[in-house]
């Protein structure tokens, strides 16, 4: 007969520890004495569950924050999972919509502050000019900074680099006379000269793509003069450190299963676990549905000590005691007592009833 049982390993080795017991299930033969499961597409024999969290850390040299402009068009959804080399956002390439004639081309460079309110100014720096080296992109940066080395151009906002690059002003002459001037990064200018006649439909500007250099949740604001996408990291962490868990049937030739490993099953000899126990690894693993309940809220009608049934969530029908009451956030700190060790559940009012 079949019961639950606890594998105890070191934290952080879960997985390899998992793997191993899987091979050796295999290897022995010993898979009818099991029962499997199908967890994240996978079929397996042992248990580890993993949750998501969402942080704000990012790996080590990548960006995790991406400017983008107005004038392009995003390729990605706020709250959606984007991976390392996904599009988040491009610039169409821009072709003339009218007939007209290069009257000058300017170089420059550009330095753009973001202030603290994620505004932006912009600076136009002649192409002669030396910008000085510590005007570097993500430096910050305190008003009347001087820009450039004679200190010509000066900051006149506190804030930090959001870009520093070579850009070109093109004047365009209309057949009507009339000037439309545009300010075109080099590198995604076409070969232009002084006198060039462009005809409506010639490409001026080629197409930009910014891609992301890391995986995880991505997140869209807008501001007045930009959409900003900051890639959020998802970390996936084990829900029992320590702990894998297997329903089997056990005897003596089950017991030389974790033989040499830096594993053993909890209780000498191995102690089966309730099933009711069992109900959180369960709901944690995905393998049985998760109670809500719609309710409406609820006053503050507990106290501190009280014992209470959990409704909802992966504790549901478990007791525990009430240790902290939250009553801002409407929130409870439960004690529950599973695998011999009281661990604290964070519930909404709604989510606990009285006994």
Known sequence: MKHWYIIQTYAGSELKVKEELER???ELALGERFERFKVDHEETYFLAPVEEVITSKSQRGLSGEYRVPYNYELAIESNRRIRN????????????????????????????????????EVYLIPADEHIRRDI??????????????????VAETKGK????????????????????????????????HEGMRLKKGDLLEKEDRIVSRTSGLAKVKEYKDKQVVSVQKIEKRRLFPGYIFARMEMDEQMLKLVSGLKCRFVGSPPLPVPEREMKVVKRKAGLEEIPKQERPRVEVDFEVGEVVEIVEG???????????????????TVMV????????VQLGFEGIEKL
Do not use: C, H, W
């Not at 570097?136 to 151009?153: H, Q, W």
């Not at 992966?314 to 409870?332: H, L, M, S, W, Y």
């Open 161 to 192: 680099i959001a870009l520093r690059d070579r850009v070109k002003k093109i004047e365009l002459e209309k057949e009507d006379g009339e000037i439309v001037t545009k300010i075109i990064p080099e590198r995604y200018l076409v070969r232009l």
């Open 314 to 332: 992966p504790f549901a029908d478990f007791t525990g005691e009430i240790r902290e009451i939250d009553k801002e956030n409407e929130q409870v």
């Open 337 to 344: 007592r599973i695998f011999g060790r009281e661990t604290p």
């Open 24 to 26: 050796r299930v295999e």
């Open 85 to 120: 080399g996904d599009l988040i956002a491009y610039k169409p390439p821009y072709y003339m919509e009218f007939d007209a004639t290069v009257v000058s081309i300017t170089p420059l460079q550009r330095v753009i502050i973001e202030m603290t309110n994620r505004n932006e």
């Open 136 to 153: 570097r992109m993500g430096e910050k940066i305190r008003s009347g900074i001087p820009l450039t080395a004679d200190k010509e151009f």
